[in-house]
């Protein structure tokens, strides 16, 4: 028999999204912080007994959560991730997902028109509760795994970063709080600098962040600055506005200066998470889609930059250069 298990598995892989968002909509993990029954807990969060039991066994299930002779408790995991009082939390983030997951029901429609499913401005100004939800999503995301960047990525020496296309400004303060003689300029779309400005106003580093308003597909990034950082951009851009975009850092950079890319990229049609990420940018954007790590290097290199590495660091790629 040829296995139907990759069928199966892909078709019910929502059932997983959705148990995990409903979890997170009816406050399960907060409720968790104190281990309970069921019942008692669907009188606590007002569920029905029937549903509460089912999504709990779910969560159980998924490893999202343990239960012990009836009673439920979170997960180390689920309680630093999960709840909404841990710094860890990424309980934002999971409602933007759960919020533009209805839009996936439309890919069979952009694949056949290559246009997104809904307005690309709704997550960039357009729409305020989802902007909002975008950048502190973003800042909950990057929270959790900017630390692999920030420890393997070496920018001592360096007196300016430039963090073009930065948006909640996260690897900027964190990288600033590593390199205390760093500043760092922050480029943006004006509408998520606002809201950026009050999460870089509490990161204890802000008098050395500056913070530009910039489309990065027209303006430049200015010059002096003697390292660089692009992190989570490229992907919404064509390869042309890429190479334009590296051209434009590599000529204002300082000479010496260090050039970090920092996204999901592809590496022979791999990791599948990365593959797919293209797909949520055909859903939600004009232009882009998941960038082959190699011809990003490619690029980069065209740009002028030298010692260009790829280093993988699951779920992201990073791509170091040096200008001479
Ligand atoms: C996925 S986020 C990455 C944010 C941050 N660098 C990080 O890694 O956490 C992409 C960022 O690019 C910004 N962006 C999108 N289009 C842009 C443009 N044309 N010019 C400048 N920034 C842009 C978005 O507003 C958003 O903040």
């Given at each position: ?26 406050g ?29 066994d ?10 012990n ?19 860890e ?5 999971l ?14 429609e ?7 499913a ?31 960047l ?26 600033l709080k ?11 779309l004006?509408p ?16 050395r962040?500056e ?21 989570g ?9 890429c ?46 889609g ?35």
């Amino acid at each position: 028999m040829i296995d139907p298990t990759p069928i199966y598995d892909a078709a019910t892989a929502f059932w997983k999204s959705s148990a995990l968002f409903a979890a997170c909509r009816v406050g399960l993990f907060d409720a968790l912080n104190e281990p309970a029954k069921a019942e008692d807990l669907a009188k606590q969060l007002d569920l029905s007994e029937r549903g509460a039991l089912a999504l709990l066994d779910a969560c159980v299930a998924l490893d999202l959560l343990e239960k012990n002779e009836g009673i439920y408790s979170n997960t180390p995991t689920g309680k630093r991730y999960l709840t909404s009082t841990s710094p860890e939390s990424l309980l934002v983030t999971l409602e933007l997902q759960a919020n533009t997951y209805p839009m996936w029901m439309n890919l069979s429609e952009s694949v056949k028109k290559g246009q997104p499913a809904i307005p690309p401005q709704d997550l960039l100004g357009g729409d305020r509760e989802l902007t909002r939800q975008f950048v502190v999503g973003m800042h909950q995301r990057a929270l959790g795994i900017a630390e692999s960047l920030v420890n393997v990525v070496d920018l001592s020496g360096c007196r300016l970063m430039a963090d073009i296309g930065g948006g909640p400004g996260t690897y900027s303060t964190m990288i600033l709080k590593r390199y205390p003689e760093l500043r760092s300029r922050i480029f943006d779309l004006a509408p998520i600098q606002e809201v950026a400005k009050a999460l870089v106003s509490t990161s204890g580093v802000a008098d050395r962040i500056e913070m530009i308003p910039c489309d990065a597909t027209a303006d430049d990034f200015g010059d002096g600055y003697d390292a660089a950082l692009i992190s989570g951009l490229l992907h919404r851009m064509t390869p042309e506005i890429c190479q334009n975009i590296l051209e434009k850092v590599y000529t204002g950079m300082e000479s010496g200066g260090k050039l970090v890319l920092n996204d999901l990229f592809t590496l022979d049609g791999k990791p599948a998470l990365a593959v797919l990420f293209g797909l949520q940018f055909l859903l939600t954007n004009e232009t882009g889609g998941t960038h082959d790590a190699g011809d990003m290097a490619a690029w980069t290199s065209d740009a002028g930059f030298e010692d260009v590495q790829i280093t993988a660091m699951f779920p992201y790629m990073f791509i170091t250069a040096r200008k001479a």
